[in-house]
């Protein structure tokens, strides 16, 4: 298993529910993820193997080597397998602030979309404020997705902020809510 140099701690879970640093294995079910949930991420294009391969090479494969990756992802796993991805994307390590991504397996989406939500909050947020020790975690989300709120504020998540008309998604304008939680400790 790779290793990400500011985290002391490599795997954190919860019951049978587990986050670890993004694994190669898992790159082209989370290509096709993205590419069935394209509508709610802020990518343009559906992705391809090469792309995908592309991205893991050169990308993914340099974040180890950072003291400061500017993004710490991982696979979330479900006894072993993995259902999702998400991670701390656009890391300010002055000001100690990352937003949040997560995408699970579509098929998840209508049942279990709150059931994993709230689990991997928990995964995140350990990451996040006790290993990391940062100041605040946030939610980008496309103003198209209200279940997602309901989940973030009842996990302690405020609602910061409203981009009015921010994106464009099929020639319609949508808003952006921020959503946002400090750390306590």
């Known amino acids: 298993m790779r290793a990400y140099k500011p985290l002391s701690k490599q795997t954190f879970c919860y019951n049978e529910y587990q986050i670890v640093p993004i694994r190669d294995e898992d790159k082209y079910d989370i290509m096709k993820w993205r590419n069935e949930q394209i509508y709610h991420l802020r990518q343009s294009n559906p992705?391809?193997?090469?792309?995908?391969?592309?991205y893991f090479n050169n990308v993914i494969t340099k974040l180890f080597n950072k003291d400061e990756p500017n993004q710490i992802l991982f696979s979330y796993l479900e006894n072993g397998i993995c259902i999702g991805y998400g991670g701390l994307v656009h890391i300010n390590w002055i000001d100690k602030n990352a937003e949040i991504s997560f995408v699970i397996k579509t098929e998840l989406e209508k049942k279990h979309f709150k059931k994993h939500w709230d689990i991997?909050?928990?995964?995140?947020?350990?990451?996040?404020?006790?290993e990391l020790n940062f100041n605040k975690i946030y939610t980008y989300a496309f103003d198209f997705r209200p279940k997602l709120y309901k989940i973030l504020e009842s996990n302690n998540f405020s609602k910061e902020a409203i981009l009015r008309n921010h994106i464009k998604v099929q020639n319609n304008f949508f808003d952006i809510v921020i959503h946002s939680k400090f750390n306590n400790n």
């Open 47 to 54: 992705l391809d193997k090469k792309m995908q391969d592309n």
């Open 120 to 130: 991997y909050l928990n995964l995140i947020e350990n990451v996040a404020f006790n």
